[in-house]
């Protein structure tokens, strides 16, 4: 394992992570995912996020950004219920904007779910959720943390950048370096998620896709990072490609 980066340069490098975020007009995300932990989960509302993360699986975010308004307008804005009336009008509606069946299918039926199982017992379901999201159909052993998130469930997602970042700061997991964060800031572990994982794609896009995505400093412990010479002039994070650094 990676030599572990001290407490205090990992914390510091999430806050200026975190202030690079919101400087890049994100600040919106983090302040709907703090919130949404407050807001009661319905039968249309999981709909809602549960295609969400279907449609991300091995897609880039902002793709589905662009066209999720649309897919919206063509599921009944994910009211279960008149899915369930109407399942062949929002297959063929949405497969005219998203032209995935397997995904569109599984978002049908999650919408039949969640309209048999009903909002009482949903919100039952999440008190323990990864069975009952694990069971659902395109929701595997990492998605399944995603849509918890997104339901208000205060768990960080496995993704692929987060496992990057856990790595080089020599935690053995991303729930370990979410919560040692969390811990030391009082952000939300679902909120550190955000911050991490956003971070990482404003990085990718500055840098490059050679780019390994892992800022100076958490790889090891270094005093450019904890005193904020890492930073580049727009605030933005560096890392070991872009500085011609070595471990």
Known sequence: MTQAVDTHALV???LAAKRAVIDHGHIDELIWQADVATVPVTAASFTREAAW?????????????????RLAAALFEFDPRRIVENPEEARDS?????AHRRKIE?????????????????RQELRDPEPFLRALPYIGPITWRHLAKNLGVDVAKHDRHLVRLSAATGRPSVDEVCAEIAEWTGDPTSVV???????????????????????????RTDARWINGSSLGADG????????????
């Open 193 to 219: 998620d955000v911050v991490l994982w956003r971070w990482a794609l404003i990085h990718a896009q500055k840098c490059g896709r050679a780019c390994d995505g892992v800022p100076v400093g958490w790889r």
């Open 106 to 122: 599984a978002i049908v039926q999650i919408a039949q779910i969640a309209n048999s199982t009903g909002t009482r017992r949903l």
């Open 94 to 98: 949405a497969l005219m904007i998203f």
């Open 236 to 247: 933005s994070v560096g890392c070991e490609r872009r500085l011609h650094l070595r471990a």
């Open 53 to 69: 993360v279907v449609l991300n699986a091995g897609m880039r975010e902002s793709v589905v950004r662009g066209l999720f308004g």
């Open 12 to 14: 510091r490098g999430y």
